[in-house]
Structures are given as structure tokens and as C-alpha cells.
């Protein structure tokens, strides 16, 4: 988790403590209702639930994050920006390199200034990690994107991007 997302957590567990000092303070444990026990359980689940939401928002973000736009000559994504790339270059590695260095900070990297530019595809990572060891998501063909060609390793990415360069 990002360090915001530790410091909300942390807020949370902050908050509770408050709580029961002032439940405390109050003497409302000297009550005897069993509504404080249900409020308790429910403060609780409020908090785990919200730590599971920012979880999941998280890794929402860092998808789209992973996310890269695939043109002749060029790769764009989101952190980075615009990469151009050499006639020879491989496109897996190039993507590889792009994914190795992201940060997923908040700042996003301009379009292509040049609005001739289109993109031909578009690589979703749904996973990445250990340099490219794991490695799945799905390539989308701009031309067909009802049709989304899933991968689960860079040797089926590679199959898929060659696939679709000589389509």
C-alpha cells in the first residue's frame, strides 16, 4: 500500500482509540446495554472495510497504471509518457523496461503532441512483477476491441504482439 493509503489506516486506527478513551471517559461502559457491543462490532467492521476498499482502489490504480498504448515507433503510458522506439527494437523488452520503472505516483506524462499518431494496441497488465517473470493481463487490438487477447506469460505476450504485427 501507498504511504496515504498507510496514513488512513492509520487515522482509522487513531479514531477507534479516541472512541473508546471517550467511552470510557464518559462512563458508558458503566451502561449495561447491549447496543455497545453492535456498535463496537459495526466501528470495526467500518474500519476493516474501509481498509479493504482502499486496498482494492489501490490496485484498480496501478492497473491502469500498467496500462500501455502500443504505436509504429512509439509506446506511451500514463507515468512515463512517450517512448520512441528503434525499428529494431523489441517491443516486449521495451515494455518490460517501461513496467520495471514504474513508480505509480500520482503525476500523469503528457499525450503524443502529434495528433497523427495511432495507436495500434493496447497492452492491460493485470499483473507484473519479478522483472517481467510475472507477467499477465490481456492485449487489446484497437481495430477489434470486443476481442481482447488474454496472456499469462511474456512468452504468450510476445506470441500475441508478434501476432498482431504482422496482422
Known amino acids: ?50 481498509c479493504l476498499a482502499i486496498h482494492w482502489a489501490e490496485k484498480k490504480r496501478q492497473e491502469r497504471i500498467r496500462t500501455i498504448f502500443v504505436a509504429p515507433g512509439l509506446i506511451y503510458n500514463s507515468e512515463t509518457g512517450v517512448m520512441r522506439l528503434d525499428p529494431d527494437t523489441d517491443i516486449v523488452e521495451a515494455l518490460q ?27 492491460r497488465s493485470s499483473r507484473f512483477g519479478d522483472a517481467g517473470d510475472t507477467w499477465e493481463g490481456e492485449v487489446v487490438e484497437v481495430a477489434h476491441p470486443d476481442r481482447p487477447m488474454p496472456f499469462h506469460d511474456r512468452g504468450e505476450l510476445a506470441a500475441l504482439v508478434g501476432r498482431g504485427a504482422a496482422a
Request: aromatic share 12%.
Open 1 to 50: 500500500m501507498r504511504k496515504s493509503n498507510w496514513i488512513i489506516a492509520a487515522v482509522l486506527l487513531v479514531a477507534s482509540v479516541l472512541f473508546l478513551w471517550m467511552w470510557h471517559a464518559l462512563q458508558f461502559n458503566l451502561v449495561d446495554n447491549p447496543l455497545d457491543i453492535v456498535v463496537t462490532v459495526l466501528w470495526w467492521v467500518v474500519i476493516v472495510a474501509a
Open 97 to 123: 523496461t517501461v513496467l520495471s520503472g514504474l513508480t505509480y505516483n500520482f503525476e500523469l506524462a503528457e499525450l503524443p503532441s502529434n495528433s497523427r499518431v495511432r495507436f495500434q494496441r493496447i497492452i
